[in-house]
């Protein structure tokens, strides 16, 4: 009897360090996965060619740096993941038929608002109708996007500048997730959020997730 729970106790160690083992290089393929993936290049094919003239015309000015930028492979969980279709790779979302206009005229408006939603991501991750719910292509474990749409909260222009300002919950609901990118949004003028917020209330009542 000794002996069958010194032999049990063997293999339940040997199990708990395969699996320790295991999840350990799954959680290692997964961060190579969505590092990999992650490039949000649908968003940015929204970019207006000025837009897109005037980046690439900062990118040259920037100085010059001599380094190489080590491979990045997937390993059998990423490989799985695309195959299955749980992590889409960018090239995938994008429409590659759509020729984006010259230039995007600038103000508080709605179109301007639809424009920066895009290309800035907001409905790369609170989905094209703004219902929000899952997000594409996001690692596992992560929030659920807020709806903005009139059918998930009512936003005055007030509200909103703070909200994107702060990275605080509307009515003193703490900190938003680390995941909203405040320290991006709060760099927009207020032209820039009124054109958003004048975009998001136009859009129409949605229910979470809904398109």
């Known amino acids: 009897m000794r002996f069958l729970k010194r032999a049990l106790s063997v293999i339940l160690l040997v199990l708990l ?12 393929e997964l961060g190579r996965t969505y590092a990999v993936a992650r490039m949000p290049a649908h968003d940015y094919t929204y970019l207006s060619e000025a837009d897109l003239q005037a980046l690439i015309g900062f990118l040259r000015s920037r100085p010059n740096v001599d380094r190489e ?16 279709k749980k992590l889409p790779l960018s090239a995938a979302l994008i429409d590659h038929a759509v020729v984006q206009p010259d ?18 991501g907001c409905t790369g991750c609170h989905n094209p109708s703004l219902s929000g719910g899952e ?31 702060t990275g605080q919950r509307p009515g003193g609901g703490g ?5 909203m990118p405040i ?11 009124e054109a958003v917020w004048r975009y998001v209330v ?10």
């Open 103 to 120: 230039s995007v005229p600038q103000g508080p408006t709605a179109e301007y608002g639809r424009y920066l939603a895009n290309v800035g």
């Open 175 to 179: 900190e938003l997730n680390a995941f």
């Open 135 to 165: 997000i594409i292509g996001a690692p596992p474990g992560t929030p659920q996007a807020a709806n903005l749409t009139p059918g998930g909260r009512s936003w005055t222009l007030e509200l909103f500048r703070t909200t994107l300002r």
């Open 69 to 84: 930028t080590p491979a990045r492979r997937l390993g059998p969980v990423g490989l799985a993941l695309i195959a299955s």
């Open 202 to 211: 136009s859009v129409p009542p949605k229910a979470l997730g809904e398109q």
């Open 17 to 28: 360090v395969a699996f320790g083992a295991a999840y350990g290089f799954a959680q290692r």
């Open 183 to 193: 320290r991006f949004t709060k760099l927009m003028t207020d032209e820039e959020i």
